[in-house]
């Protein structure tokens, strides 16, 4: 299904199809093998077999055969895994996930969203961004979000990547993935994000960006702590083998 913002071209390169018309530039996410539906939706985003049965009803019906009897006996029918691809056509706008359990507090949730992203291609330039540099109060983060305010992107730490690296981004962190990255993100396997910017993208985030329940209570499970480069490092994945021989 569409999304709100810009992206794709990569996603059909790298799965050597044609690229996507110039009228259809907001596909920007391709849902791997997925089990988990779009917030708000029955079935967008659910993978279908090629007989046209729902990759969801199939694993309910057959649990151990598609995911194994150990992980059958732990998580029941749920896959605990939606893989993603994801091109940034464009800069995403900051958001972040629940943790699990304000999922299971306000979502009837047995899963928030703690993500990982691998790179696999990112232009000169390219970076992400996690975490505010500096403690924020929670009257500035309801203002910044109740205003737009242009201030609070640039208050996240920018971070370069480059094809190869793997970061974590715990739920709860704010992040944004910027313009020209490429990545797979696994993640837990729900559509949750609470949207912090909104105002450039062809979206309502007054009605769409607080999961139905309010800024008053989406924004409570925003991390708002400082984050510094030595909590940003631990996010990191190992380094590459170039990076350790020095290369």
């Given amino acids: 299904s569409p999304r709100f913002y810009r992206g794709g071209a990569r996603i059909a390169a790298f799965r050597e199809l044609p690229p996507p018309p110039a009228s259809d530039g907001y596909r920007p996410e391709d849902w791997v093998a997925s089990a988990t539906a779009i917030f708000g939706t029955e079935t967008d985003g659910l993978t279908r077999l090629p007989d046209g049965t729902l990759l969801r009803e199939a694993i309910t019906a057959a649990p151990e055969s598609y995911l194994g009897p150990g992980h059958a006996a732990r998580y029941g029918t749920s ?15 900051v958001h972040c996930h629940p943790d699990d359990a304000f999922a299971a507090r306000h979502l009837a949730s047995a899963w928030g969203k703690t993500e990982a992203w691998i790179v696999v291609e990112a232009g000169e330039g390219s970076e992400v961004r996690l975490g505010f540099r500096e403690e924020v109060p929670e009257q ?45 993100e696994l993640q837990e396997p729900t559509d949750f994000s609470i949207l912090l910017e909104w105002e450039r993208f062809a979206l309502d985030g007054r009605t769409e960006g607080h999961l139905g329940l309010g800024f008053d209570l989406a924004l409570s499970c925003v991390d708002r702590s400082a984050w510094d ?19």
């Fill in 140 to 184: 500035t983060l309801a203002r910044w979000v109740s205003d737009q305010d242009p201030a609070m992107p640039d208050a996240l730490n920018p971070l370069p990547v480059r094809p190869g690296d793997a970061i974590l981004v715990p739920a709860g962190l704010p992040h944004s993935i910027g313009e020209g990255v490429f990545l797979v």
């Fill in 229 to 247: 480069a030595g909590r940003l490092a631990a996010l990191r994945g190992p380094a590459r083998s170039e990076e350790r021989r020095g290369g």
């Fill in 79 to 93: 896959p605990a895994l939606l893989v993603k691809l994801l091109d940034a056509g464009e800069r995403l706008p």
